[in-house]
């Protein structure tokens, strides 16, 4: 399932398609088509154009409605080099078919989408392993039609029932290659195991947050090391640990990988491993993207993934990054309509979340080192108690 990076690259022109869904507004689902975009360009593909159309919820046939359908497709045979369709929602089997007859080019969806950029951007074995397993969890009960994607693992005299059709036998196929990714990832998982066991007693603190939040800068400017950090999104899918000490009070910190809105179940089941580490953390730092117009949605989406893999109750530093990013609107003087989100400036946000959160909180710019030291205050003093608590005769 490894794509071959030494191919030959074919430039990819792609649509965008989503769906304005009942509970959703306009904006929203324009929000997120512009995180698909930049999921595009992520994996290498340049966005054209972009398609909206409001139902209550997707067609169970083709999604969206034929006469969106058809506008669609005129659009790509008026541009021939669009070879490319990217939806923003998972796409049943059945919708893929009917799509992709419909349009006749290449058809993802975000699930998909999100897979490849992993499957590019894995570089060790237990990475490779992870991302290989959900590539199949996602392709398993999308088999038919689908033969000639298959890397054919098995084969040969005897190992065909009677009777049996080609698609029974690819998805035999794809089961025992699931069975045995499981099997080497659980071995990863054991190893890994250990290795956090043997790190001894030291306070372990995790950073998490949205993709692309500047969580491998950060890492950089307090471990003093060179953790891979890229401005695109999922830079990191290992988990990366070093050995920090502010004012001599030593503790181990890791770099996670990024959440991001509809993660997709396999990923997470697979990234079982890479998750744990997050998830026996003493401390969270939850690294926030203040810049982003979608800042507070983002922290929503990272607060509800981590309830989903069983860390909601660990302690938790929030983190406001890229305040030197941050941009906003002033309002006029005499403009007396209430003030609308894109006219909030940093000292307001900052008023609003140093008094309305339950956690403690900073905003800081790991690029510039802007309120590091402010920064690393708040950290040394929730470490400094966590450490008591631990060893409460053990005072620094």
């Given at each position: 399932?490894q794509q071959d990076n030494k191919r030959k690259k074919i430039k990819n022109y792609a649509v965008l398609i989503g ?378």
């Amino acid at each position: 399932m490894q794509q071959d990076n030494k191919r030959k690259k074919i430039k990819n022109y792609a649509v965008l398609i989503g769906v304005v869904q009942a509970g959703q507004t306009k904006d929203q689902a324009k929000e997120y088509l512009d995180e698909l975009a930049l999921l595009a360009r992520t994996a290498g593909a340049t966005p054209i154009k972009s398609f909206l159309q409001k139902q209550n919820k997707p067609n169970p046939r083709s999604y969206i409605g034929k006469g969106k359908l058809e506008e669609i497709h005129a659009f790509i045979k008026e541009n021939k080099t669009v070879n490319l369709a990217l939806f923003d929602d998972d796409l049943s089997p059945t919708q893929l078919r009917n799509i992709e007859k419909e349009l006749q080019v290449q058809i993802m969806d975000r699930t998909n989408l999100i897979l490849d950029i992993f499957a590019t951007r894995a570089r060790t074995a237990h990475a490779k392993t992870q991302v290989e397993l959900a590539q199949y969890q996602y392709l398993l009960p999308r088999l038919k039609g689908m033969w000639t994607h298959l890397e054919r693992q098995r084969g040969g005299i005897g190992l065909r029932g009677p009777g049996e059709r080609e698609i029974e036998t690819d998805r035999r196929i794809v089961r025992n290659k699931i069975a045995l990714l499981r099997k080497q990832l659980a071995k990863i998982d054991k190893q890994k195991a250990t290795q956090r066991k043997n790190r001894g007693k030291l306070i372990r603190v995790s950073l998490v947050g949205y993709t692309n939040a500047g969580k491998s800068t950060l890492m950089n400017r307090l471990s003093k090391s060179e953790v891979f950090a890229e401005d695109k999104l999922f830079a990191t899918l290992d988990t990366t640990v070093r050995k920090v000490v502010i004012n001599n009070l030593p503790f181990l910190l890791s770099d996670t990988v990024g959440f991001i809105r509809k993660l997709p179940t396999p990923l997470i089941e697979s990234f079982k491993s890479t998750l744990d580490e997050t998830r026996e953390s003493d401390l969270l730092i939850h690294v926030v993207d203040v810049s982003h117009p979608s800042f507070e949605e983002q922290i929503e989406v990272v607060k509800n993934t981590l309830q989903e893999i069983g860390a909601g109750n660990i302690p938790v530093l929030l983190v406001f990054n890229k305040i030197d990013a941050f941009k906003y609107t002033p309002k006029d003087e005499d403009d007396l309509t209430p003030k609308e989100k894109q006219n909030f400036s940093l000292n307001d946000f900052k008023s609003m979340y140093v008094a309305g959160e339950n956690i403690p909180c900073v905003f800081i710019s790991a690029k510039t080192g802007e309120n590091m030291d402010e920064f690393k205050d708040n950290l040394f003093k929730i470490v400094k108690d966590l450490h008591f608590e631990r060893f409460p005769y053990n005072r620094i």
